[in-house]
C-alpha cells in the first residue's frame, strides 16, 4: 500500500473514531476540551540549554503505565492529560515496548500527526518530543556485544531503523511508513554504560567513509540531524530529527568520556539520574552534570523517586505491570520534597517522571500532583534544604534505592599526570579528577614540597587535558605534585 494510500485509510478510520466518540463515548470530553488547568497560573519553564526552547520544569515519562498498563487504564489519556495541563516535553523510547505506539494514538487525538484532518502545526512545534535507542552503530558492528539491551526491531536493527520505528509508530502506520512532514525534537543513545560502548558510537565519527564496514550510531544520527549522506546512510537526504542527546543511569566517569569526545558539539543534551540519594553513589550531580553544563547542554532528570524504590516498589529494574507505582508519597518521605530536590540540582531543566495514574480529583492524580510540586525555580530551594532532604531519603531501604548507580567512591586524584621539559621550563598535564559527595573546588600544584599555584576548577570538557607551565629556567623538575580539593576542603594528591 502506498503512503499516500495509508494516509487516506488513515484518515477515514479517524473520522469514523471520532464520530463514534463525539457521539457517546464517555471519553469524549478530555478528548476534545482542554482540562482546567492544575495551576492557574502559567507553568515555569526554563531555557532548555543551547537548544532553543523553553521546556517545562515537569516532562512526561514513557515508561510506567504508557509501557506497563494495568487493566481500566487508557495510556493516550495520560498522554492527553499531560498536553492539555501544558507540558511540553515528552518522552518515549524503542525499548520501552507499546509506548510509542501509545504515543501515536494520543497525538492523532490531540492533532499532532501530519496529514491528518485535524493536523495543527502550531500544536506540533509547541511540544518536545524525545525517542531513543540502544543500538550503538550505525552500519555493521555487533550490538548484542556491546551493550546489555536491544531495539524492538528485528535482529541486525541499527540507529536510524530505530529513529524510522519511532516515526513510523508514532505518526505512521506503524509498520515503516511515516508523513514527510514528521520529525523527532530529538534522539537519544540511551543507557551508556561502558567506555566500549562510547568507542562503538565513535567510530567514523569524524571522518565518515561510506565503504566502511562499521560506522557508530553518532554519525549516522548527523546525518538524519543535518540532511546529509556523509555515512551513505541517508541516500535521501531525510531530516529526520533535531538534536542528538545521550543517557546514562550508572558511570559518570563513562558519561564524561562521552561528552569529552564530543569535538563538533553534536550532542546537545543529557539525561542523567539524579535524586536525593546521588550522593550515596558515585555520584552524578557533580561528576558529569557540571561538565554537560559547561557545554551548555539541556539537562533531564530522571529517576527523582528511584524509579519507584524510594517507596513500595523494589530497587530493581522494572519489567512488569506490577512493578507500575500506583500511589507515590508517604508521610516519612514526602514526593514532593523529591521533585523539589531534583530540579533544583544545578544544571537541571526539566524532569520526567513516568504516570501510574490520573484521575478527575486532582488529589488522586499523580500527573497533577507532580506538576504542582514541579512548579520551581532553579535556586528557590536552598543548600540546607537540600540536604534535610537529603538525610530523608537515606532512610528509604536504608538509602539502597539507587540499584542502576555505581557504588559510592572517594575523591580520587587528579588523573593520567604528566611532566614534561621545554625551552622555559616544566609542563604539567593532568585530566579531571572525580568528586566524591562535594563538589570539586580547585587544584594546586606543588614542587619540592612546596606550594606553586592554586587553579579554579572547571569541567573538563574535550580531552584536551589541564595544563601548567612551570617556567623553572633551571630545567630541573625535581618532585612535583597535582593536588585536588572538593568543597568539604578534602584533598587527593598524585605524584608525578
Keep these: 500500500m502506498s503512503h499516500q494510500n495509508i494516509l487516506q485509510k488513515s484518515r477515514r478510520q479517524f473520522l469514523q473514531t471520532s464520530a463514534l466518540l463525539i457521539a457517546g463515548s464517555t471519553f469524549a470530553p478530555s478528548l476534545f476540551a482542554a482540562e482546567s488547568p492544575v495551576n492557574p497560573a502559567p507553568l515555569i519553564k526554563r531555557t532548555f ?33 499531560a498536553y492539555n ?82 516515526l513510523s509508530q ?45 560506522i557508530g550510531a553518532l554519525a549516522a544520527l548527523r546525518d538524519v540531524r543535518d540532511g546529509t549522506n ?22 559518570a566517569s563513562v558519561m564524561i568520556e562521552m561528552i569529552q569526545r564530543d569535538s563538533e558539539d553534536l550532542l546537545d543534551a543529557m539525561l542523567v539520574a539524579i535524586n536525593a540519594n546521588d550522593n550515596l553513589y558515585f555520584n552524578m550531580q557533580y561528576n558529569v552534570m557540571p561538565v554537560a553544563a559547561a557545554k551548555n547542554m539541556g539537562i533531564i532528570a530522571m529517576k527523582v523517586f528511584a524509579d519507584g524504590a524510594m ?15 500506583l500511589e507515590i508519597g508517604s508521610n516519612e518521605l514526602p514526593a514532593n520534597q523529591l521533585i523539589r530536590y531534583s530540579l533544583s540540582t544545578p544544571g537541571v531543566h526539566t524532569a520526567i517522571i513516568g504516570i501510574g495514574k490520573i484521575s478527575d480529583d486532582p488529589s488522586q492524580c499523580q500527573l497533577s500532583f507532580n506538576l504542582q510540586h514541579a512548579q520551581v525555580n532553579s535556586d528557590s530551594v536552598k543548600a540546607a534544604e537540600r540536604m534535610a532532604i537529603e538525610k530523608v531519603a537515606a532512610k528509604a531501604k536504608e538509602g539502597k534505592t539507587n540499584y542502576f548507580q555505581k557504588p559510592y567512591q572517594e575523591l580520587t586524584a587528579p588523573r593520567d599526570a604528566k611532566v614534561a621539559i621545554n625551552g622555559k621550563g616544566m609542563i604539567i598535564t593532568w585530566h579531571t579528577a572525580y568528586a566524591g559527595d562535594a563538589a570539586l573546588d580547585r587544584y594546586e600544584i606543588w614542587r619540592n614540597g612546596k606550594f606553586l599555584i592554586e587553579i579554579p576548577f572547571k569541567p573538563q570538557i574535550s580531552k584536551t587535558p589541564y595544563r601548567y607551565e612551570d617556567k623553572n629556567k633551571k630545567g630541573t623538575a625535581g618532585s612535583y605534585v597535582v593536588k585536588v580539593f572538593d568543597k568539604k576542603n578534602r584533598v587527593a594528591e598524585v605524584e608525578v
Design 49 to 81: 540549554g543551547r537548544l532553543g526552547f523553553k521546556v517545562t520544569t515537569l516532562g512526561l515519562g514513557g515508561q510506567s503505565s504508557i509501557q506497563w498498563t494495568p487493566e481500566n487504564t487508557d495510556p493516550a489519556a495520560i498522554i492527553e492529560k
Design 170 to 214: 508514532i505518526f505512521g502506520d506503524g509498520a515503516g511508513s511515516y508523513p514527510k512532514d514528521a520529525w523527532l525534537d530529538m534522539v537519544l543513545i540511551h543507557n551508556l554504560n561502558k567506555m566500549e560502548e562510547v568507542d562503538a558510537l565513535y567510530e567514523g565519527y569524524e571522518n565518515p567513509d561510506p565503504k566502511a564496514l562499521t
Design 311 to 325: 517507596y513500595s516498589k523494589k530497587a530493581e529494574w522494572s519489567n512488569k505491570v506490577s512493578h507500575v507505582v
Design 85 to 166: 495541563l501544558g507540558i511540553n516535553y515528552f518522552d518515549t523510547s524503542n525499548v520501552y515496548g507499546p509506548s510509542q505506539v501509545n504515543y501515536g494514538k494520543a497525538f492523532l487525538r490531540i492533532g499532532l500527526v501530519p496529514g491528518m484532518p485535524n493536523y495543527d502545526a502550531a500544536k506540533r512545534k509547541s511540544i518536545f518530543l524525545t525517542s531513543k535507542t540502544m543500538l550503538r552503530f550505525g552500519k555493521g558492528g555487533d550490538d548484542r556485544k556491546t551493550v546489555v539491551g536491544n531495539s524492538n526491531g528485528p535482529v541486525g536493527s541499527k540507529a536510524l531503523d530505530d529513529v524510522r520505528r519511532s
Design 230 to 251: 556523509r555515512t551513505g546512510l541517508n541516500p535521501n537526504k531525510e531530516k529526520l530529527i533535531r538534536h542528538v542527546g545521550f543517557s546514562g543511569h550508572n558511570d
